[in-house]
């Protein structure tokens, strides 16, 4: 056995410099996305909508991790990872993609070191660390806030492979610590696949790096019997049975977790021809893209048809290397090794077995590219020796390379920033993108742009329509893209719009409580309240545990009455989600509408008892303690401090809190700072149109600039901010 694997012993310095280095120029390459925000795709679930990881580290939360499967996978480490770094930094998604980034950095500096252990080529384990580290292809892996598996699992799974060379090393040597070696990188490993199940092809390359470079074969080679070699394999193979083991168990329940999800589609519902050629036309699409990485996407269609010609002539080159590869694996084992990692690790991912409907995805090569770059690096390094190129010339060759590969990557990064530069960039390089459509549809749609939602999703149901493969998971997408069309159809005020899409979503999936609380509000929008009852009662019967179809139902009886069975859905919705205040505060509105004060403003303190900060409740019990006619209701003071808090938390843009805040401060007697209040309600008023609301204010106005508070005769029926329905959209 050579000694190259001790020889990290060397050039200490040298060691230093370039994995600083690393870590430098992949901390600068990153550094835009600590200014990203999240997107749409996939974060909200991983992170910003996650209840249970926005929590931070609890222990309810590890349990979660643990117990059972989210999001079509089980990996526990991940969401701990997430969790961590919601209860370091909450919410703020640099720092996220931060820590992203220091995983990344931290897998470049061991990509490096774990190559020149094994090799002792010093310059070529840094190129392919480099590469590794700084190709457009990773942008994906490390400015996606929801790939943090990939990182996590990238470094863990690094880690593994080191201590599994230590291991080899003092075994080679009859050195005490090989097992200690030998336990850490099955623990490792183990916690690697607890992440995500992307290296469970790790004991495959174990072996084949038992070939080529630690040649561990090569004293069963040299004896030249067939015997031997197999005999020796057979021991190398026992000898990794933990990670066999720990790969077996992770495929099965990565298996499991997504077809429990319905990720894996039937092997009926793609055809057999089109997921085999997929797979050939997206090795090749990698191997290209890994040379020459443009038109890079964050989403892939997976295609509905292909011509023969594709698969046939990827298939044959594909299978022309693998027979070069084999045949000189003894002259270029690095070309062997190399290949064949790059073929191995991609099976899992290569859509054989196909999850979700992308047909591929830049994420997928983030481990099989290394084995691409050591096939380069190591047969420039051939070359260099054979035909004596200088090393000025050779060394600026790499430089020109990775400086193209870090130009590129910023570029890639860009379109990273936030949801809509990133699906504009995809529906720019692809076509038939469903996924963009939508994504770009929802991201309109939270920017309150709803024409332009409504194209992108007319478009979406465009595209599954003419889709000749009916495949379920297109056809789940395509239920959530006509609720959000129906959400914007009913915006937009087009309600008959509306209703066809919320149908067209009942037809594919009619045991929906979502679609049928969206129902039931569009048909009580279209005073046709017997039907939005019998929508929202069959979301109580579909979901008896979810509380938003008892405050819908609640809503509409007390409209329609009796009041008393609707305060009774509000007061089951409340049992349901105790720490909710929105039921509390519903009710509390409701009894301002019959005249009954007292006992509203014992239910707006009960939900500011849930959640201190809830805007609604704030601004109405300050308004009933500033504004009602009963002197024994009044406080305010109180309402003054009430109205304030509402006023911060809605960063003084609200005209009805403003209007509150200036009925507050004059029944404190402060009729200067209530002229300024409501006059600054008035003109935000004015400015989105809402005149009528304007004019009322300028009657309090009058009274205020007369030294009179407002008592509000009413019964405080404020329509436009009542409690509406909860549709669940």
């Not at 319905?262 to 699409?285: D, E, F, H, T």
């Not at 067209?504 to 569009?522: E, K």
Request: positive net charge.
């Amino acid at each position: 056995m050579r000694s190259h694997l001790s020889q990290s012993a060397l050039w200490p310095d040298r060691l230093r410099l370039v994995s600083l280095g690393l870590v430098l120029i992949t901390l600068l390459t990153y550094l835009p996305v600590f200014f990203h925000g999240f997107i749409l795709l996939d974060d909200p679930l991983y992170i910003s909508a996650n209840a249970m990881v926005q929590a931070g580290l609890t222990w309810a939360g590890i349990k979660w991790a643990f117990v059972g499967w989210h999001e079509g996978n089980w990996h526990p480490l991940t969401w701990l990872s997430h969790m961590l770094d919601c209860q370091l930094f909450g919410s703020n998604p640099g720092p996220h993609h931060l820590v992203s980034v220091l995983f990344h950095a931290a897998s470049a500096v061991l990509v490096f070191r774990i190559w020149w252990r094994m090799t002792g080529a010093f310059w070529s384990a840094a190129f392919i660390a480099a590469v590794f580290a700084w190709h457009p292809m990773r942008a994906e892996s490390v400015a996606w806030a929801s790939e943090r598996k990939d990182v996590l699992c990238m470094f863990l799974s690094l880690l593994a492979l080191w201590f599994y060379l230590g291991f080899v090393e003092r075994k080679s040597k009859a050195q005490s610590g090989a097992l200690r070696h030998y336990g850490l990188a099955v623990l490792l490993f183990a916690l690697g696949l607890t992440a995500k199940a992307m290296w469970v092809t790790f004991p495959f390359l174990l072996l084949l790096l038992d070939y080529w470079p630690l040649q561990r074969w090569s004293q069963a080679q040299q004896s030249g019997k067939p015997l031997a070699v197999g005999v020796y394999l057979v021991r190398l193979i026992l000898e990794k049975w933990p990670f066999f083991l720990l790969t077996a168990l992770s495929s099965v329940v990565t298996f499991l977790a997504q077809s429990d999800s319905n990720a894996v589609l039937p092997l009926g519902m793609v055809p057999s021809g089109l997921r085999l050629s997929n797979a050939v036309i997206s090795y090749v699409q990698y191997l290209v893209k890994i040379f020459w990485p443009v038109n890079l996407a964050a989403f892939y269609p997976l295609p509905m048809s292909i011509p023969l010609w594709q698969p046939v002539v990827g298939a044959a080159a594909l299978l022309a290397i693998s027979v070069l590869a084999w045949w000189m694996r003894r002259r270029k084992p690095y070309l062997f090794v190399g290949w064949f990692w790059f073929l191995g690790t991609l099976v899992p991912m290569i859509g054989l077995a196909q999850v979700g409907i992308q047909g591929m995805a830049d994420r997928y090569s983030y481990l099989p590219s290394i084995g691409i770059v050591v096939v380069c690096a190591f047969a420039v390094r051939d070359l260099v020796a054979r035909y004596h190129v200088p090393v000025p010339v050779t060394g600026t060759v790499a430089v020109v390379v990775l400086a193209s590969s870090i130009l590129v990557t910023e570029h890639q990064l860009s379109f990273w920033r936030n949801t809509e530069t990133l699906m504009v960039r995809t529906l720019a390089v692809t076509r038939d993108n469903f996924m963009a459509h939508t994504f770009l549809g929802m991201h309109y749609k939270h920017e309150g742009r709803t024409r332009e939602a409504l194209t992108e999703f007319r478009e979406a149901l465009l595209i599954q329509k003419q889709a000749v493969v009916r495949i379920p998971a297109l056809v789940q997408q395509s239920f959530t893209v006509h609720l959000l069309l129906g959400a914007a159809f009913e915006r937009e005020g087009n309600l008959d719009g509306a209703l066809e899409q919320y149908q067209d979503a009942l037809q594919i999936d009619p045991t929906s409580p979502q679609v049928h609380n969206s129902l039931g509000s569009l048909l009580l929008a279209m005073n046709k309240p017997d039907e939005a009852q019998t929508h929202y009662r069959e979301a109580m019967r579909l979901a008896p545990g979810d509380p938003v179809a008892f405050c819908n139902l609640g809503h509409l009886l007390i409209q329609i009455g009796p009041f008393a069975d609707g305060a009774k859905q509000y007061e089951e919705a409340a049992r349901l989600k105790p720490a909710d205040p929105a039921p509390h505060c519903a009710v509390g509105k409701a009894l301002l509408r019959r005249g009954q004060s007292a006992q509203a403003i014992s239910h707006f303190r009960e939900a500011l008892r849930r959640d201190p900060a809830h805007i609604q409740s704030l601004t109405f019990l300050a308004r009933v303690l500033a504004s009602d006619p009963l002197d024994a209701l009044r406080n305010g003071t109180e309402a003054v401090g009430l109205a304030e808090k509402a006023n911060a938390l809605t960063g003084n843009q609200e005209p009805f809190v403003l209007d509150t805040l200036a009925m507050a401060y004059a029944e404190s007697g402060r009729f200067s700072e209530a002229q300024q209040s409501l006059q600054r309600a008035i003109e935000i008023a004015r400015a989105s149109g809402h005149n009528d609301d304007a004019a009322e204010m300028l009657e309090r106005l009058q009274l205020y600039r007369a030294g009179r508070p407002f008592r509000d005769t009413s019964a405080n029926d404020h329509s436009s901010h009542s409690h509406g329905p909860v549709s669940s959209r």
